[in-house]
């Protein structure tokens, strides 16, 4: 039988990471332990982690010294400059997007204002020629972020079977036409599509996505 406390253990681990917005090489570059041993102590695929690797959780993930073992024996684990459990308050990101070697960062709240100054955009009246260009090259950079956002929430909610509950909300961007001069938009809507199981794929698209997927969790 699982030992509850370390699956109960593994869920608070990744929850942690994910408010900081850190990959599990991220929490590992960050002080922490490496990164096998992060995700098999957030599957509980593991035995119970040592003294000098609960030390290394609490400095990645900026919790109060002892919070890790506190939190491994059952308790909650306490955010550093913080009386309340980390589990209370969310933390976000600092600056509103924020540049990482593989892409960016950017709050929900920043995302939200984006997409709402695209649909300003979307309103304006007859432009000319090269006002059009320019805003349409804007619209596609927000529409890039928005689905670069969703795909990540996709991935989370397959990796924890809990698709079903995100299908729903991302049926419009399931339908919506890539831009036909653009490959790469092209590609994202079908690996979307593919995480969701909206779309069979061939083999080579197939293997490329698990392999997308699969670095999507380091």
Do not use: C
Request: aromatic share 4%; no cysteine.
């Amino acid at each position: 039988m699982a030992d509850r406390n370390l699956e109960r253990f593994g869920r608070i681990l990744e929850a942690r990471r994910t408010e900081l917005g850190l990959s599990q090489r991220g929490v590992r570059e960050a002080g922490g332990p490496a990164d096998l041993t992060l995700r098999n102590l957030e599957r509980a695929a593991t035995g119970r982690p040592d003294s000098d690797t609960l030390r290394k959780l609490d400095t990645a993930l900026q919790w109060k010294p002892g919070s890790a073992g506190h939190a491994l024996a059952g308790g909650d684990p306490t955010a550093l400059n913080d009386d309340k459990p980390a589990h209370l308050h969310t933390i976000r990101p600092t600056k509103p997007i924020l540049g990482i070697d593989h892409g960016v960062i950017i709050r929900t709240d920043a995302l939200a204002d984006l997409t709402r100054r695209g649909k300003i955009l979307d309103a304006l009246g007859d432009l000319d020629p090269d006002t059009t260009q320019s805003v349409a090259a804007l619209r596609h950079s927000i529409d890039r972020l928005t689905r670069a956002w969703i795909i990540r929430q996709a991935e989370v909610a397959r990796r924890a079977e809990k698709m079903s509950d995100l299908i729903l909300v991302l049926d419009d961007h399931l339908r919506t036409e890539p831009v036909a001069d653009d490959p790469d938009d092209f590609d994202d809507l079908l690996y979307l599509r593919w995480i969701a199981g909206y779309v069979t794929v061939d083999n080579d698209d197939r293997l490329r996505f698990e392999q997308r997927f699969n670095h999507s969790e380091e």
